[in-house]
Structure formats: C-alpha cells, structure tokens
C-alpha cells in the first residue's frame, strides 16, 4: 500500500517534469544548431573526379561525425597523388579537384589552400585554379590573412611584377610570424631576378627554422643550386681573367 | 544518494573487473599509431593532425568500452539474472539504474581522459608541441556526448529483450545523432510536408550530438565557444539524459522478473 502511495506521488511530479525537460531539450537543441551549424551545407562539383566516390566520401563525412578524420585522411590520398609520378603524364590534371574536394571535407584546415595554391600556381602553372582554390579559402576562413597574403603574391608572380611582389613579401614578412609558403615564394622570387645572396639568407632561415622535412629537403636542394650557381660563377671570372 | 553511489561503485568494480579497460589499452596503441601514421604521412601541421586523429580515437576507444560494456552486463544482469541480486537489496530500481549510469560513466570517463592525456603527454613530451586549449574543451564536450549516449545505451537495456538488439539500438542511435545537421539542411529543401514532419519529429526526439562534436570544428575559424554554449550544451545534455533516463526508469518498474 504503503509502495502504491509512492508511485502516485512520485508519478504526479513526473509527468510535468518530464513534459519540462522534452520542451526545454528541444529548445536548446534548436538554439545550439543555429550555434553548430551556422553556414548551410554547400558542396562544390566534382569535376574531373568519379561523383560516387565524391558523394560516398562527402557523405561518410557529413553523417558519421568524423568529418575532419575522412578530411585528414584524403588530404592524405591527395599528398599521394602529387606525389606519384605516373600521374605526372597528364601533369596531376585532377589536382585542384582533390585539393577541392579535400577543402570540402575540412574547410578550415588551411594546408589544403596553401600546399594545394603553392603546387597549382608554382609548379603546374595554373594561375586559374591556384586562385579559385585561395579564394574558396579565404570564403570558408574571412579571418585567416595567410590566404589573403598568398593570393595577392601569386596575382603578382604572375604579372611578373617583381618590382611590386618583393617589397610586398619582404613587408609581410618582416611583420613576423609570416608562413614558412611566403618565404619560399620570397626566396623562390629573389632567384628569378638574380638576388642570390637574399635568396640563400631566406633558404638557410627555412632550414634552420622549419619543422616539415620536405620543406627543409627544398631548401638544401635550393641551397645546393645556388653555391654551384657561384661556384661556376667565380670560376668563369677566374678564367676570363 | 547513498545508495545510488554504493550501486555505482559496484557497477564500476565490476567493469574493471571484467577486464574492460584492456579494450581501453588496445585501442590506445592502436588508435595512437594509426593517428601517427597518418600524420607523418600528411603533409602540414602534423602536431595538429595528430591531435585531430586522437580526438577521434578517444571517442572512438569511449564508444567501444561503452557498447561492450552494454553488451557484456546485459548478458550478466538479465540472462544470467544476476540483477535479482541487487533489486533484492533495499534499492528501487530509480536508484538502481542511476547508480548504473554513474558507474557506466566513470569507466567510459576514465578511458577517454586516460587516452586524452595520453596524446596531450605524447605531443608534449616526445614531439615537442603545444596543445591547444580546444583540444581540451573537445575533450570535456566530449564527456558530455559520453554520458548522454550512457543513459540512453542503459535505459536501452531496460527496454531491449536481447543483446544484440540493445546494441543495435545504441549503434543507430550514435549514427542518426551525427545527422541531425543534414535533418536540418533537409528541412530547408522543398520537400513534402509530410516528410517534413516526419524529419522535425525525428529531429526532436534524438539527441543532437553535433552539439557536442566539437572534434568537427577544432579549425573552424568562425567558432565562439563562451559561457553561453557551455551552459546550454551542459544543459542540453542534462534535460536529454533525465528524459531517457525516465522512460528507462518507467521500463524497468513495468520489467517483470521471475
């Protein structure tokens, strides 16, 4: 008698209370989506890639929760399709719809952009793609100035306006914290025109100061160009005179 | 209360009794590895990419221990019969399965702080990195996931009428609560109202955990993570998990044990 009186008390205050927390859940549920979700879903074409894999990998990504583990791994994928020399033959022709597709996965992860841009612009030259990926970049990250900074050099490089692009770089750079991109660009650029000894000081700066292994692989090779470039150098003067 | 603790003092000796936390130290090593290849073999802030993939494998290792344990102790408790034991002693079953939650949680607890210091101590002291304060509130939002999906997994237990249908149950429920953004982006497409009704019903009654992946947005430039999320998440997760723990409650009173 005594447990049946219990209940009836206990299941009067229940009931409301019950009632309270589904109505207070579904509120904060509606108020922390508009918090986690705040930009709908926009996915860009998928070009030159086979769409079911596109929409099976954009789709393991949006419904398990691991979207930036599939981001991870296919950036991955993408180091190894431009690592792989076969696909050199059509010179990586589905390189800026990886680096999309990988950017579409993990949008803020800002590597995407910057290797992607750096390898479109810089090694493949294609000005076209290089700036739609930075500027796809810079529209899912307003606040992130090294996209910003990366688009104005290659815009430049590619008027071949040194003139303007060096002292741009040098002032970016000497603002600190500048992204080890610029100052292979900067270096990259002072051997255009013929400025070797700033170019060695930039080289020996990355490999002194870079964590990435292949980031300090360039600088050596850079580095080895360079001294033979001198090394012949001098000895043609000494021969010519 | 005293009684919900002695509950989930037993609960929680007898997962480590059975022998639950070496799950805990095989995935360690394996998600650990797996998120070290994966980070030396990409290319650009590889500290960064280490933490992101450990993250995924505390929750993941968190999951693990929590569905095996669902599963392991169903089989003991109502198979084997082993909760007449304890609703024999003056415990109501209210207590019964609160003391369960508890207990539940401190092991899935113990295992997702264990494997995030873990990494933190890795990234720290061998690679000689920085862990950012995100990495850590991921990790306590991620306790929050962990205990809504514990109660939800218990009062599966209660409901359910075998294993591997509580299993099913907790696996769908983790999957369709990743949804709920696309619920959302669905409900703003031109679709028929009555799918929409549908999908809004559906939105209501499971639990958002996107609200708590903040895994997901550990980049996102545009995140503001002040006292007004924290206290709606925390709160969130407390009305979800007293809702299910009630229809957990109200089944285990109307469960018939003879």
Same mark, same amino acid.
């Given at each position: 008698?005594?447990?049946?009186?219990?209940?009836?008390?206990?299941?009067?205050?229940?009931?409301?209370?019950?009632?309270?927390?589904?109505?207070?859940?579904?509120?904060?549920?509606?108020?922390?989506?508009?918090?986690?979700?705040?930009?709908?879903?926009?996915?860009?074409?998928?070009?030159?890639?086979?769409?079911?894999?596109?929409?099976?990998?954009?789709?393991?990504?949006?419904?398990?929760?691991?979207?930036?583990?599939?981001?991870?791994?296919?950036?991955?994928?993408?180091?190894?399709?431009?690592?792989?020399?076969?696909?050199?033959?059509?010179?990586?022709?589905?390189?800026?719809?990886?680096?999309?597709?990988?950017?579409?996965?993990?949008?803020?992860?800002?590597?995407?952009?910057?290797?992607?841009?750096?390898?479109?612009?810089?090694?493949?030259?294609?000005?076209?793609?290089?700036?739609?990926?930075?500027?796809?970049?810079?529209?899912?990250?307003?606040?992130?100035?090294?996209?910003?900074?990366?688009?104005?050099?290659?815009?430049?490089?590619?008027?071949?306006?040194?003139?303007?692009?060096?002292?741009?770089?040098?002032?970016?750079?000497?603002?600190?914290?500048?992204?080890?991109?610029?100052?292979?660009? =900067?270096?990259?650029?002072?051997?255009?025109?013929?400025?070797?000894?700033?170019?060695?000081?930039?080289?020996?700066?990355?490999?002194?100061?870079?964590?990435?292994?292949?980031?300090?692989?360039?600088?050596?090779?850079?580095?080895?160009?360079?001294?033979?470039?001198?090394?012949?150098?001098?000895?043609?003067?000494?021969?010519?005179? | 209360?005293?009684?919900?603790?002695?509950?989930?003092?037993?609960?929680?000796?007898?997962?480590?009794?059975?022998?639950?936390?070496?799950?805990?130290?095989?995935?360690?090593?394996?998600?650990?590895?797996?998120?070290?290849?994966?980070?030396?073999?990409?290319?650009?802030?590889?500290?960064?990419?280490?933490?992101?993939?450990?993250?995924?494998?505390?929750?993941?290792?968190?999951?693990?221990?929590?569905?095996?344990?669902?599963?392991?102790?169903?089989?003991?408790?109502?198979?084997?019969?082993?909760?007449?034991?304890?609703?024999?002693?003056?415990?109501?079953?209210?207590?019964?399965?609160?003391?369960?939650?508890?207990?539940?949680?401190?092991?899935?607890?113990?295992?997702?702080?264990?494997?995030?210091?873990?990494?933190?101590?890795?990234?720290?002291?061998?690679?000689?990195?920085?862990?950012?304060?995100?990495?850590?509130?991921?990790?306590?939002?991620?306790?929050?996931?962990?205990?809504?999906?514990?109660?939800?997994?218990?009062?599966?237990?209660?409901?359910?009428?075998?294993?591997?249908?509580?299993?099913?149950?907790?696996?769908?429920?983790?999957?369709?609560?990743?949804?709920?953004?696309?619920?959302?982006?669905?409900?703003?497409?031109?679709?028929?109202?009555?799918?929409?009704?549908?999908?809004?019903?559906?939105?209501?009654?499971?639990?958002?955990?996107?609200?708590?992946?903040?895994?997901?947005?550990?980049?996102?430039?545009? =995140?503001?993570?002040?006292?007004?999320?924290?206290?709606?998440?925390?709160?969130?997760?407390?009305?979800?998990?007293?809702?299910?723990?009630?229809?957990?409650?109200?089944?285990?009173?109307?469960?018939?044990?003879?």
């Amino acid at each position: 008698m005594t447990s049946d009186a219990n209940h009836i008390r206990v299941g009067r205050w229940i009931v409301p209370i019950f009632l309270a927390a589904f109505v207070a859940q579904i509120w904060l549920a509606d108020r922390l989506e508009n918090w986690v979700h705040p930009v709908p879903f926009t996915a860009s074409r998928s070009g030159t890639l086979d769409p079911k894999i596109v929409s099976s990998l954009r789709a393991a990504a949006l419904l398990t929760g691991y979207k930036v583990l599939i981001g991870h791994a296919f950036w991955i994928e993408v180091i190894q399709y431009y690592a792989d020399w076969d696909n050199a033959v059509d010179h990586f022709s589905k390189l800026y719809d990886y680096c999309r597709l990988a950017s579409d996965l993990n949008p803020e992860f800002i590597p995407v952009y910057t290797y992607g841009a750096a390898a479109l612009a810089y090694q493949l030259h294609r000005l076209d793609e290089a700036v739609k990926l930075l500027q796809k970049g810079i529209l899912a990250n307003p606040k992130e100035n090294r996209l910003k900074l990366m688009l104005a050099a290659i815009e430049y490089h590619y008027q071949a306006d040194y003139k303007t692009e060096i002292p741009f770089l040098e002032y970016q750079i000497s603002q600190g914290n500048a992204p080890t991109m610029l100052i292979n660009i =900067l270096a990259n650029t002072y051997m255009k025109v013929g400025r070797d000894q700033d170019a060695i000081r930039l080289w020996q700066h990355i490999l002194a100061t870079t964590n990435s292994d292949s980031q300090k692989y360039e600088a050596a090779q850079k580095l080895k160009v360079l001294y033979q470039q001198i090394a012949a150098g001098d000895k043609t003067k000494r021969s010519s005179k | 209360m005293n009684k919900v603790f002695s509950v989930a003092r037993f609960a929680f000796r007898e997962l480590i009794r059975s022998k639950m936390l070496y799950i805990w130290m095989v995935s360690a090593v394996v998600f650990c590895g797996i998120a070290f290849l994966l980070s030396i073999l990409s290319f650009g802030e590889v500290h960064k990419i280490f933490l992101d993939l450990g993250l995924v494998g505390m929750e993941f290792s968190g999951l693990l221990v929590l569905i095996l344990s669902v599963a392991v102790t169903y089989n003991t408790e109502f198979d084997q019969k082993a909760i007449y034991l304890q609703l024999a002693k003056p415990v109501t079953r209210g207590e019964y399965l609160l003391g369960r939650v508890f207990g539940f949680f401190a092991v899935v607890a113990l295992v997702v702080i264990g494997m995030g210091l873990f990494i933190a101590g890795l990234v720290l002291f061998v690679g000689r990195g920085s862990v950012d304060l995100l990495f850590v509130d991921s990790g306590l939002f991620m306790l929050m996931e962990m205990f809504v999906l514990t109660t939800l997994c218990l009062s599966f237990q209660m409901i359910g009428t075998s294993m591997v249908g509580v299993v099913l149950y907790s696996l769908f429920v983790i999957f369709l609560g990743h949804c709920i953004g696309q619920v959302e982006w669905l409900l703003n497409q031109q679709i028929a109202d009555y799918v929409k009704t549908i999908l809004r019903i559906v939105r209501f009654l499971l639990p958002n955990l996107e609200v708590f992946n903040l895994k997901d947005r550990i980049y996102d430039p545009n =995140l503001v993570l002040g006292w007004s999320q924290w206290s709606e998440a925390l709160l969130y997760a407390f009305a979800y998990s007293f809702i299910v723990f009630l229809i957990g409650w109200i089944n285990l009173e109307k469960r018939q044990f003879e």
